[in-house]
């Protein structure tokens, strides 16, 4: 069957399994008749490593898969480009299957398609860094100049150039990460595979290279697959993010999703620690903003609606445009007096976008007026209430739909 | 006391005389007379270049690559050893052994290196594999040199080959464990990158399992070297012949000689070979880069070295 969407959906895997053993089909069985992976494992001595798992990564995302260690997240990215091949199930990558693939189709998919960066950097310590980076294109026979440009075209992406010459343990772990991923990109792949390959890393060194990868996919609109046992890592960096335990994904989402309504328990335990500003943006606390018209709209009109909303500033719109804000203690007085919105008019009112994250809007405030969320043609989308913000910090801006996310 | 040789005895010795008079060599002494062919052209070739080389250049430059390798003291061990070797008249024996062992050592390389690498991916021939370097290692070398005799006669060969079965073991055993220990996660980053079975081999396994090669290589080198007094048995020349000579005439003085000679060439090709393998662990040891180090002092230093040479003893 031909999906209407498959022209951009880059991996497909479909019902997935993989088990470590010797007669691997025997723990299908019994993993399909609901048996547990400790059960298997005491009854049988085989290892359950991915169970029953489907996911589809869109064209030019990062799909991250977080989980501890030993849930089997290794083993999965490991059946995307066949190096482990899964027990039962589909792996297709633009409709090919690499779990029927021969040796011969998968070294072509390894080669063209799907290159892999590792959690500790797998340099070849008897080769220059352009040599490791060019290791790929030498595997697919291409000249040594050309091979040579490549690399050095790859590494000054990465910031690298002046160490070509330079051999692997010359380099701090930040570079040598650099290094490998250079190696990865130098093949031009369509997907890469990223074993948890900022794991081994300093922290600092750590946040670096996860704002490089975005500024470097935001260039190169690569399908991503990336390994992480970080959470915070996951939410930075996942377009898609499935959280992964006992070989099985237990939730799949956006990172809005994840902590915002984690699936069970398991998640929720997980999320709790997490800097909520950094993921949540202020789209998901904006309320419609009810402008007032200016020139249209009278004070006593105002007024009525901020008494009828609960709000005590409300944007003042000139057609399209924001002409500023007017609050409820300006306006009272005027009531009497029947003056104009005009003259009660905040020009100097806080301002963000619909993505601007959370932790931003704390200086915005500070003004003591809603945050207004404008558009990038400058027209006003809706609000923010200060209170909003710090309700959705806390996990308490809706009712929890799981008794367990407190 | 009563034993079970009392009741029934095997003839064992009648049987391996019967399989190895009476059918090994009959029908199989020309494939093994075949097999000499190799060596004993590698042999020839070796010794009449080593004899013909005046003794004055192949000081110098041994000592170059000892210098470029093993650095400046083994180089001045090399120079002073080997005016030794020819004051006390042992030249020509020198060289005779020294084609001997580069010979056998050269065969060993050939055949335990693809060995090492089939047993290095295969376990079930290593299982196979494994019992008989046992057996090769713990057979006294006195043992086959009978059926050696009777397959390829005697001689400066079927020495060398005695040396080579004596020798090959350590070769194939480290072959297979520098290939086995290379780090899991590169052969996995070789095989994410779509290397073929031959490029992983080529460019990943070998380059980097050549350290351990290399300190089986020595091993070999100093097997075969113990193998000299023993080949002279058989009929090989050399230091050998001298040492085994002097034992026959109880001549204490060209017995100490031959030893003294053969302990020189020992000490000089283990610390270079030594050198050669533990060199450019930093910066990675590159196939290539090795056999160049090997090659690239031999060549120019036979004009340059005698000035470096001159102005150091002083």
């Known amino acids: 069957?031909?999906?209407?969407?498959?022209?951009?959906?880059?991996?497909?895997?479909?019902?997935?399994?993989?088990?470590?053993?010797?007669?691997?089909?025997?723990?299908?069985?019994?993993?399909?008749?609901?048996?547990?992976?400790?059960?298997?494992?005491?009854?049988?001595g085989m290892t359950v490593g991915v169970r029953d798992t489907s996911f589809t990564v869109e064209e030019a995302q990062i799909f991250v898969v977080m989980g501890l260690s030993g849930s089997g997240k290794s083993t999965l990215v490991r059946m995307i480009n066949g190096l482990i091949p899964p027990t039962a199930g589909e792996i297709l990558i633009d409709g090919d299957d690499v779990a029927a693939a021969d040796a011969q189709k998968l070294r072509q998919i390894r080669r063209d398609k799907v290159a892999m960066v590792f959690q500790h950097f797998a340099l070849f310590p008897h080769k220059t860094v352009a040599?490791?980076?060019?290791?790929?294109?030498?595997?697919?026979?291409?000249?040594?100049?050309?091979?040579?440009?490549?690399?050095?075209?790859?590494?000054?992406?990465?910031?690298?150039?002046?160490?070509?010459?330079?051999?692997?343990?010359?380099?701090?772990?930040?570079?040598?990460?650099?290094?490998?991923?250079?190696?990865?990109?130098?093949a031009e792949p369509e997907i890469l595979l990223m074993d948890e390959p900022f794991s081994a890393l300093d922290?600092?060194?750590?946040?670096?290279?996860?704002?490089?990868?975005?500024?470097?996919?935001?260039?190169?609109?690569?399908?991503?697959?990336?390994?992480?046992?970080?959470?915070?890592?996951?939410?930075?960096?996942?377009?898609?993010?499935?959280?992964?335990?006992?070989?099985r994904f237990v939730q799949v989402g956006t990172a809005e999703e994840i902590v915002g309504a984690p699936a069970d328990d398991y998640v929720a335990a997980f999320t709790q620690d997490i800097d909520r500003s950094r993921v949540f943006t202020a789209g998901s606390v904006a309320q419609p903003a009810e402008p007032v018209e200016l020139g249209k709209d009278t004070v006593a009109v105002a007024l009525e609606r901020m008494e009828r909303l609960g709000r005590d500033a409300l944007y003042v719109v000139d057609g399209k445009r924001i002409a500023g804000a007017v609050a409820y203690r300006d306006l009272a007085p005027l009531a009497r007096e029947?003056?104009?919105?005009?003259?009660?008019?905040?020009?100097?009112?806080?301002?963000?976008?619909?993505?601007?994250?959370?932790?931003?809007?704390?200086?915005?405030?500070?003004?003591?007026?809603?945050?207004?969320?404008?558009?990038?043609?400058?027209?006003?989308?809706?609000?923010?209430?200060?209170?909003?913000?710090?309700?959705?910090?806390?996990?308490?801006?809706?009712?929890p739909t799981e008794p367990a996310s407190a | 006391m009563p034993s079970p040789a009392d009741l029934?005895?095997?003839?064992?010795?009648?049987?391996?005389?019967?399989?190895?008079?009476?059918?090994?060599?009959?029908?199989?002494?020309?494939?093994?007379?075949?097999?000499?062919?190799?060596?004993?052209?590698?042999?020839?070739?070796?010794?009449?270049?080593?004899?013909?080389?005046?003794?004055?250049?192949?000081?110098?430059?041994?000592?170059?690559?000892?210098?470029?390798?093993?650095g400046r003291g083994v180089a001045l061990f090399t120079l002073v050893s080997l005016i030794f070797i020819d004051l006390i008249e042992l030249w020509p024996e020198t060289m005779t052994t020294l084609a001997m062992i580069v010979t056998?050592?050269?065969?060993?390389?050939?055949?335990g290196v693809p060995v090492g690498i089939a047993a290095a991916r295969s376990d079930?021939?290593?299982?196979?594999?494994?019992?008989?370097?046992?057996?090769?290692?713990?057979?006294?070398?006195?043992?086959?040199?009978?059926?050696?005799?009777?397959?390829?006669?005697?001689?400066?060969?079927?020495?060398?080959?005695?040396?080579?079965?004596?020798?090959?073991?350590?070769?194939?055993?480290?072959?297979?464990?520098?290939?086995?220990?290379?780090?899991?996660?590169?052969?996995?980053?070789?095989?994410?990158?779509?290397?073929?079975?031959?490029?992983?081999?080529?460019?990943?396994?070998?380059?980097?399992?050549?350290?351990?090669?290399?300190?089986?290589?020595?091993?070999?080198?100093?097997?075969?070297?113990?193998?000299?007094?023993?080949?002279?048995?058989?009929g090989a020349g050399g230091l050998g012949l001298v040492v085994f000579t002097g034992l026959g005439r109880l001549d204490v003085g060209n017995a100490t000689a031959g030893g003294i000679g053969i302990v020189i060439i020992a000490i000089i090709l283990d610390r270079i070979t030594q050198a050669l393998g533990e060199r450019r662990q930093v910066g990675g040891t590159s196939l290539w880069s090795t056999l160049k180090g090997l090659f690239r002092p031999a060549a120019a230093p036979t004009v340059e070295a005698p000035e470096r040479q001159a102005d150091r003893p002083a």
């Not at chain 1, 704002?211 to 697959?225: A, G, H, Y």
């Open chain 1, 1 to 44: 069957m031909f999906v209407p969407d498959a022209m951009s959906s880059k991996i497909i895997a479909k019902n997935v399994y993989k088990i470590f053993g010797e007669q691997p089909e025997t723990a299908l069985e019994m993993l399909r008749q609901g048996r547990s992976k400790d059960e298997i494992l005491r009854e049988t």
């Open chain 1, 131 to 186: 040599d490791n980076v060019a290791y790929g294109l030498k595997i697919k026979g291409m000249k040594a100049a050309e091979r040579r440009q490549r690399a050095e075209q790859a590494l000054a992406q990465v910031g690298l150039e002046a160490y070509a010459d330079s051999y692997p343990e010359e380099l701090s772990g930040g570079m040598q990460q650099r290094v490998g991923l250079a190696r990865g990109l130098a």
């Open chain 1, 203 to 247: 922290p600092l060194i750590r946040r670096d290279m996860q704002e490089e990868l975005l500024e470097l996919q935001r260039s190169m609109k690569k399908t991503i697959v990336f390994i992480t046992h970080d959470l915070n890592e996951a939410l930075i960096l996942g377009d898609q993010i499935a959280i992964m335990k006992d070989g």
């Open chain 1, 338 to 399: 029947d003056g104009s919105l005009e003259s009660a008019l905040i020009t100097d009112y806080p301002k963000a976008t619909r993505t601007t994250q959370l932790n931003e809007l704390y200086p915005l405030a500070q003004s003591g007026l809603p945050i207004a969320l404008v558009s990038r043609r400058g027209a006003l989308e809706g609000v923010v209430a200060p209170q909003d913000v710090f309700g959705k910090l806390a996990g308490t801006d809706e009712p």
């Open chain 2, 8 to 70: 029934f005895t095997i003839p064992l010795d009648d049987w391996i005389n019967t399989f190895v008079r009476d059918w090994l060599v009959p029908n199989f002494r020309p494939a093994f007379r075949a097999m000499q062919w190799p060596v004993t052209q590698v042999l020839n070739g070796l010794e009449a270049f080593l004899q013909a080389v005046p003794m004055a250049v192949f000081t110098v430059v041994l000592a170059a690559i000892a210098w470029r390798t093993a």
């Open chain 2, 104 to 111: 056998a050592v050269l065969f060993c390389t050939v055949i």
């Open chain 2, 124 to 234: 079930r021939f290593l299982a196979v594999l494994r019992p008989v370097l046992d057996i090769m290692q713990t057979i006294p070398p006195f043992v086959y040199l009978v059926p050696i005799v009777m397959l390829f006669g005697v001689g400066m060969v079927p020495g060398i080959i005695a040396t080579i079965v004596f020798a090959l073991p350590p070769i194939i055993r480290l072959t297979n464990l520098g290939i086995r220990n290379v780090r899991g996660d590169l052969i996995e980053a070789g095989h994410a990158f779509g290397s073929t079975p031959w490029q992983m081999l080529w460019e990943i396994q070998f380059p980097l399992a050549l350290r351990t090669i290399m300190a089986g290589l020595n091993q070999t080198l100093m097997l075969a070297l113990s193998m000299v007094v023993i080949a002279a048995l058989i």
